[in-house]
C-alpha cells in the first residue's frame, strides 16, 4: 500500500534516448510535484501540477515533459537524454499547494537516471 | 532565492550522543518543515514548526524557531544507528512551493 510510487526505480540509458518515469499517489492529494536531486544531494523543484493543471515548471528544458492524465498520476517524459541528466528523480505529493499550506509532502522512493 | 541553508554539511557522533543541526533562512516565513532521506530512499517529513511557535518536540527530535535571526535548529536526542541520513529544512517560497536546503548529512557511530 505505497502511499506514493515510483517506476522504474533505475533507468539506464544511452545519450539521445527518450524515457519515461510514471509516479502514482494513493493519498487523494490534488497536488504532485516532479524534483530533481543531484550529485550533492541537492533537491531542485522541477515541476507542480495542481489537479491536472501544471503550476510550477521551474525553467526545466522542454525537454522535459510532464503529464498527469489524472490528479492521482504524474508522469515525466524526457526527450534526447544528455549527460547531465543523471540524478535522482523524485515524485512528491501533498494535500495542497505547499507555500500557503503548511501540508506535508510525501514522497516516492526516487528513480535514479544514469545516462551513459 | 529562499533557499535554507543547512550547517554543518556534515555531522559524525557517537551512538547515544546528541546531534544538532542548524538551518538559515533569508527571508520572513510562516512554517518552517524539517525532512529526513535514508540513503537510496525518498524524503520523510519529520515536523513542521509555525512562525508563531518557538520550539516543537516529537519524540526524540526537537526544533526551535527564532525568526528574529532567521534560524532553525533540529535537535535529536539519544542518537541511534537508524538516525543515520540526511535532513534537510524546507521553507515556503511564493504561494507555490517550498524549497529545500542542502542538508546536513548525518552519520552515527557504533
Known amino acids: 500500500d505505497t502511499a506514493v510510487s515510483q517506476t522504474p526505480k533505475y533507468l539506464v540509458t544511452q545519450m539521445g534516448n527518450d524515457k519515461s518515469i510514471k509516479c502514482e499517489q494513493n493519498?487523494?492529494?490534488?497536488?504532485m510535484y516532479w524534483y530533481k536531486q543531484d550529485s550533492k544531494k541537492f533537491l531542485k523543484i522541477m515541476f507542480s501540477?495542481?489537479?491536472?493543471?501544471?503550476?510550477i515548471n521551474e525553467t526545466v528544458p522542454n525537454r522535459f515533459s510532464p503529464k498527469s492524465p489524472d490528479k492521482a498520476h504524474l508522469n515525466l517524459h524526457i526527450n534526447s537524454l544528455e549527460l547531465g541528466d543523471s540524478a535522482v528523480y523524485f515524485c512528491?505529493?501533498?494535500?495542497?499547494?505547499?507555500?500557503?499550506?503548511?501540508?506535508?509532502?510525501?514522497f516516492g522512493p526516487g528513480t535514479r537516471l544514469t545516462v551513459l | 532565492s529562499q533557499q535554507g541553508e543547512e550547517d554543518p554539511q556534515a555531522l559524525s557522533i557517537q551512538e547515544g550522543e546528541n546531534a544538532t543541526m542548524n538551518c538559515s533562512y533569508k527571508?520572513?516565513?510562516?512554517?518552517l518543515q524539517w525532512y529526513r532521506q535514508n540513503s537510496g530512499r525518498g524524503l520523510v517529513h519529520l515536523i513542521l514548526?509555525?512562525?508563531?511557535?518557538r520550539e516543537k518536540h516529537s519524540g526524540r527530535l526537537r526544533v526551535t524557531l527564532d525568526t528574529s535571526k532567521k534560524s532553525s535548529s533540529l535537535l535529536i536526542t539519544a542518537s541511534r544507528a537508524a538516525d543515520t541520513a540526511s535532513y534537510f529544512c524546507?521553507?515556503?517560497?511564493?504561494?507555490?512551493?517550498?524549497?529545500f536546503g542542502k542538508g546536513t548529512r548525518l552519520h552515527i557511530l557504533p
Open positions: 512528491a505529493s501533498s494535500l495542497r499547494l505547499a507555500g500557503p499550506s503548511t501540508d506535508t509532502q510525501y
Open positions: 493519498l487523494g492529494h490534488d497536488t
Open positions: 501540477y495542481n489537479n491536472k493543471e501544471l503550476i
Open positions: 527571508t520572513s516565513i510562516n512554517n
Open positions: 514548526i509555525r512562525s508563531n511557535e
Open positions: 524546507a521553507t515556503p517560497e511564493g504561494d507555490d512551493k517550498i524549497i
